[in-house]
């Protein structure tokens, strides 16, 4: 079950009515609709996918009161270390066992050893990846008081299994979105009506941006040993508008969503594309993410590297990136991505400007033309690199770029594939810039209410227009 889908919309409705109707009165009567809701929401492709869920969910839930409790460090230390090994533990086997299997036996197929070694048929839990960090920070943040545990059971269920993020985030953190578990909400017509706004644009952004790029992808990735420079190029410059469309479409709909039954959740974006360098684009592009990892990740690793001063800081990025890797799917080409976007920090660190956000100014020609080229030249970078994160193997990524950058003078600026219309393209990326620069400037602003019902009626009219592509959230399967 997707947002963009017809039984999400029978589904949420349902939920909607009786959350607020049903339970407007009781505080527990709300919580337990919303872990009927999420756990109805997260079996509907397979109940048996409900098992781990709960499973995970119960031990993290009882290893949280027993860490606080106990006042015995080491008995404490190791029941961290039991709920850390169920977590990482869980999301190795179900996501990475069978990549670790055939790993091995390519090694050893290099030296002309033939391993008989079967992989399993796994079902893996979807949105694992999501759940699985947040019983991890949960537990860690218990550990070093930061947050009491929760004892309601229905309270911490519901925060792992909150239906509008358990599959592709944002990931939040319990600091954050349990107390508001613990407070009966109430409902407002203006935070709704936020909420219905995001949700408008998210689906705008995946059904009319998202869906119809992604015709363009598939013929440019599929087809590229017959495509010049050109279309290589635009096919990465493509790919990249598409995936942000997806995933920031996706997560402006869990933030309405969520506004709609009385949530805030964690932004997971703030215009990436205007990044002035990698270390900026990271600080905009899946923000929870990025969060989570340098909190749990980078931060205790420069600590533990910090004698080492600048080549410290340098191996701790490296690694956290190939973690961040790792963690968005069991393939080289995903290590590869994040080893890239690591060591494309290096430049920063040495020069001491990684971590320093720059100021916004209004400056000169020249600096609004430093501006504009640093921006240019961040998203070309991007770009470039998730030829890795769209390829389904090393080789075939390296095939794209050999072939991207195997120049002719004759055919360089030519457009090869026919399914490319230069005007669709060029108006498909137009209205995503017309979206980042709305909310980016306009939203500050009163806009007549013809204009703005003529933008939603046009809205409105695309989507519908688009709904019949059916494409399914790339993040989904992370």
Known sequence: MVFNSFEFLIFFVIIFFLYWIVGKSSLKIQNIILLLGGYTFYGWSDWRLLSYLIASSTITFYLGIYIEKTSNEKYKQWLLYLGLAQGIGGLAFFKYFNFFINSLKDAFHQFGISLDVSTLNLLIPIGISFFTFKTISYLLDVNKGKITASKDVVIFFVYVSFFPTILSGPIDRASIFIPQLEK???????????????????????????DTLSTVVNTVFTGYHNLNFMTLFLG??????????????????AIGISNLIGFNVT??????????NIADFWRRWHMSLTSWLTEYVFTPLSIFFRDYGKFGVIISIIINFVICGIWHGANWTFVLWGLLNGCYFIPLILRGTFNKKKKKTNGGAFKRLKYILNVTGTFILVSLTLILFRSDTISDALGYYRRMFDFNVKNLFQIKVTDINIVNLGYIIALLCVDLWFYNEVKSFKIPKVIRFGMYLLGCSLILLCLNKKESFIYLKF
């Not at 932004?267 to 002035?276: D, L, R």
Request: hydrophobic share 55%.
């Open 236 to 253: 990465a410059i493509v790919f990249s508008v598409q995936l942000y469309a997806d995933f920031c479409g996706y997560s402006d709909m």
């Open 184 to 210: 009966r909400r109430v409902f407002e017509y203006e935070y709704a009506m936020v909420g219905m706004r995001q949700i408008f644009w998210g689906l705008f952004k995946k059904v009319v941006i998202a």
């Open 267 to 276: 932004p997971n974006f703030n215009f990436p594309f205007f990044a002035e």
